[in-house]
Nanobody, 121 residues
Framework: QVQLAESGGGLVQAGGSLRLSCAAS????????MGWFRQAPGKEREFVAV????????MYTDSVKGRFTISRDNAKNTVYLQMNSLKPEDTAVYYC??????????????WGQGTQVTVSS
């Protein structure tokens, strides 16, 4: 398994931006597809974005298309989520995950602890 640690969350006003980072333990990071998920209070964990092992393919949930960008730097064992034009409904705990391509949480076997993102109106 890959050890993951998210950072970069915080409180931001609507319309603002945040950049989340997820640092992975060295070793097999570049072999894994990486995903970002989020979970709001009282709701199930939902898919946000995924990037394949090389960074050549990405996929987003409809609600963040055009606002969020997932990227990775395999030399730094890090995956990023750039979030622009944030909305109050983006408020959630954001998790990064390592696994195989897809949108289902079950596709991913390693998870970080999560980082809180709060967007005020």
């Amino acid at each position: 398994q890959v050890q993951l640690a998210e950072s970069g969350g915080g409180l931001v006003q609507a319309g603002g931006s945040l950049r989340l980072s997820c640092a992975a333990s060295a070793g097999t990071f570049s072999l894994h597809d990486m995903g970002w998920f989020r979970q709001a209070p009282g709701k199930e964990r939902e898919f946000v974005a995924v990037i394949n092992w090389s960074g050549g393919n990405t996929m987003y949930t409809d609600s963040v298309k055009g606002r969020f960008t997932i990227s990775r730097d395999n030399a730094k064992n890090t995956v990023y989520l750039q979030m622009n034009s944030l909305k109050p409904e983006d408020t959630a705990v954001y998790y990064c995950a390592a696994g195989r391509w897809g949108t289902a949480p079950d596709n991913f076997g390693s998870w970080g602890q999560g980082t809180q993102v709060t967007v005020s109106s």
